[in-house]
């Protein structure tokens, strides 16, 4: 599989499941209405939850429209009622085509106001002087200033395409960043739930919320001397990612919060199963704790994300686990710094 996405993401957006409309009664109904009556002033500004809205109920008011499935055979309706019943067929796709546009849509100004690229957000790090580089954003190779998430353009369309694809494979599980900063991956992930309408998957936002851990070099050798834990920019309150989520209208009963290390909330954390395994835990200690405790709960098919593999430690805590666990799953590159891989053995994935 190459891990250039095989979506073209203005043009070509993927296509609704058939499952989709079974769904179209009860939630196309309820979404719908609250879109027209919005107003077209509304929309002059990016407004998050319209568009959202506006994407999910095109889908189910269109899709809900089934006559096009019942077409009766040709010789039991006059050449009127055809011409009708064909006319209905060219109408339902163009208004399907024209959803699916909505929703890429939406997700594309998600996309650009969380990373910031929307607004040329300057950055905080150290090494850029303060000064927005369309370039480095897109590579992640920055600190933003106000954007919720530091992981840059390519990682983000790697990671749509990942969730997608659980998505429209039926990939069972729920989603996961361990290490999440101000939330952005996380809200991403659950624009993406909400623009599908999936009810039944959770997002789960694992972090600290007090920066990284000093580390400890007596159980991980790795790990000395890093200085993650010095940086007071990592360190945001789970308060200010709940209201990052709030914002984008985002914030609900399918977003669980893990709050506190790793070794003390990801051994028993309330999950089944996961479909997207996205680690950004920058050492070692993170990473291998965070493997060690949730990716046997992957199913098969789902994928694992590593933001920090360019990190030595990290690289040697998912090469170590690899080696140990048998994984021959080939690493995909993304943009120099993260790589991923999809789950393809059987053995305690079903």
Known sequence: MSHRSHINYHDNPPMVKARTVDRASEVG???????????????REPNFEILRHLSIGLIFHTMIRKDFERVPSAGSVGPCQARRRRQTLSDSHDFVTAAMKMRNRYLNVLEASLTGTLYGDAPIDPWTGGKYDPNKRALGRDWPGLAQTMIGSARMRNLRHLCETVILNDVLGDFIETGVWRGG?????RGILASYAETQRRVFVADSFAGLPPPSP?????????????????????????????RYDLLDEQVVFLEGWFKDTLPSAPIQKLAILRLDGDMYESTIQALNALYRKLSYGGFVIIDDYFLAPCAQAVNEFRNREGITSPLIPIDGCAVWWRVTDLANHD
């Not at 109904?29 to 929309?43: D, E, R």
């Not at 991956?185 to 992930?189: D, H, P, Q, S, T």
């Not at 200085?227 to 990612?241: C, G, P």
């Open 185 to 189: 991956a996380c809200i991403f992930m």
């Open 29 to 43: 109904k309820a979404i719908f209405p609250k879109c027209k009556t919005s107003g077209y002033s509304a929309l």
């Open 218 to 246: 007596e159980l991980y050798a790795a790990d000395a001397g890093d200085i993650h834990h010095t940086h007071a920019q990592l360190a945001i309150s789970r308060k200010d990612v709940e209201e990052n989520f709030r």
